[in-house]
């Protein structure tokens, strides 16, 4: 099994950032994709961006493109979320998840879940 528990969510001003963590224990592999969620109070879960676990690759969702940043610390097994720029309109509960599908953009793809962490951004 894999455990993943985010953290580092908090309440900022717009323009302000953030950095969330996810630290993952148990039989994490490497050949794991990593993927950051967000799911808004009424609104579907939505892609925020992906990193695989070896090699760094990275993708994001268009919403997100050059003001978030994903990286990995593999000693750690921890996966980081920068938010840079935030806008009120990132507030949701951000959610990491393990698949083994490399660079999966669906969150049915993805085998497990943290707890997630909420990010709120004021206007």
């Known amino acids: 099994q894999v455990q993943l528990v985010e953290s580092g969510g908090g309440l900022v001003q717009s323009g302000g950032s953030l950095r969330l963590s996810c630290a993952a224990s148990g039989r994490a592999s490497v050949n794991y994709s990593m993927g950051w969620f967000r799911q808004a109070p009424g609104k579907e879960r939505e892609f925020v961006g992906c990193?695989?676990?070896?090699?760094?690759?990275?993708y994001y969702a268009d919403s997100v493109k050059g003001r978030f940043t994903i990286s990995n610390d593999n000693a750690k097994n921890t996966v980081y979320l920068q938010m840079n720029s935030l806008k009120p309109e990132d507030t949701a509960v951000y959610y990491c998840?393990?698949?083994?599908?490399?660079?999966?953009?669906?969150?049915?793809?993805?085998?497990?879940w943290g707890q997630g962490t909420q990010v709120t951004v004021t206007s």
């Open positions: 990193i695989t676990w070896s090699a760094g690759l990275t």
């Open positions: 998840a393990a698949s083994k599908i490399w660079g999966s953009r669906t969150a049915g793809e993805y085998d497990y």
